[in-house]
């Protein structure tokens, strides 16, 4: 009898064990980029689906609701015709969008609060935004951008409950951000907490598919004078690549124009980027798991430093120059080599038609030497459509000279 009472007692203990504190990560990806969701674009059925998957998961890890309707946060918004004019929040009437942020608290009673967030809504069925050519509709399921960034944040969730108590934190889980981070930027213009007392806000956006190489790019590591500091003695293996910014084409840019302090990670664009193959088959679960771990120590070493300063960064955007054609490929922004690397082609474009192929790091656009990123950028500039050219490429140890017609 003692022994079938120990028995009891032992499947009882893992089996709480299981429900609170289980690494849930794959699970997470796994039902988030299903068919069953159907891309979870804004407004749809498929949204509605992963906002009240994300929302038990809050529920089962002990987390306040900090929405306006429960854990959710509703805002509709009329999508923008004119990409130079402002979105207009809270309308009526036809065409009107209605999205959902999820946002859960933790609450340990402190003076300040840490917001970790992600984005979970996706392209749908594609539409624009979508890289994918073929004339057959289907799901985009978005594995890697941005389930991948949703599991993480769950998963800080689970580490975080009752640890590093000198902050409190925000959990928040963005809808619109494919659409032009209406969902982050909503939150921090209707907040549901004193955002003066934020610390700092970590985003994740694309954390799924680590490289061989373990590259893990950090943006927005100017945006407050400790980050650089904290990043680099938690590292253990990482080949960390910084960006001081803090504006970029994720959800940190939205707190940062609000004078909070962020760190946004990224583990690189791929092939199957806003494509239907983003499946969670694909992901690297083992650098997931490093990354989590890795955010965790950051966050424990921040636990004791109040709130942290902010500082202003260059906007590195700003300097951005303007395109009139394309090359049709997918820059490998995790290069830090010389030259700009090519992570995948796209079909029936400019580089697929002169034969350039993923790998190949490109050295010269017309006359103009590419040493990196920015320089391949303002050369592309200086072309418009119909102009012809040459591209020098590093193929391997040889340098291979193609023709390219815009």
Known sequence: ???????????????????????KIKEDVAYLASDALEGRQTGTEGERKALEY????????????????????????????????????DVNGDGTITGNNVVGYLNNNAENTVIIGAHYDHLGYGGEGSLYRDTIKAIHNGADDNASGVALMLDLARKLKG???????????????????????????????????????????????MKKDSSLAVYGTGTSPIFKQVLKSHNKGFKLIQNESGVGPSDHTSFYLADIPVLHFFTGQHSDYHRPSDDSDKLNYEGMNLISTYLFDIISDLDDNGKLAFRKTKN??????????????????????????????????????????????????????????MSYMRALSTFKKGDQTKVVVKRGDKDVQKTIKF
């Open 316 to 373: 590195e955007s700003d300097k951005t120059p303007r395109f009139r054609v394309g090359l049709g490929v997918v820059p490998d922004y995790l290069f830090d080599g010389k030259g700009m690397r090519i992570d995948g082609v796209s079909e029936d474009k400019p580089a697929q038609k002169a034969g350039l192929l993923k790998g190949d790091v490109v050295i010269q656009l017309g006359d103009s030497l590419v040493t990196d990123m």
């Open 54 to 89: 994300i929302a038990k998961r809050f529920k089962e890890l002990g987390l306040e609701t900090k929405g306006t309707k429960d854990y959710a946060q509703p805002f509709s918004f009329k999508p923008k015709t004119n990409p130079h004019e402002e979105v207009k929040y």
């Open 163 to 209: 640890k590093n108590t000198n902050n409190n934190y925000l959990f928040l889980a963005f809808s619109g951000e494919e659409m032009g981070l209406l969902g982050s930027n909503y939150f921090v213009k209707n907040p549901t907490i004193d955002t003066k007392k934020v610390s700092y806000m970590i985003n994740m956006d694309m954390v799924g598919r």
């Open 1 to 23: 009898m003692r022994y079938l009472l120990l028995i009891s007692f032992l499947l009882a203990f893992y089996g709480c064990e299981t429900s609170t504190t289980k690494n």
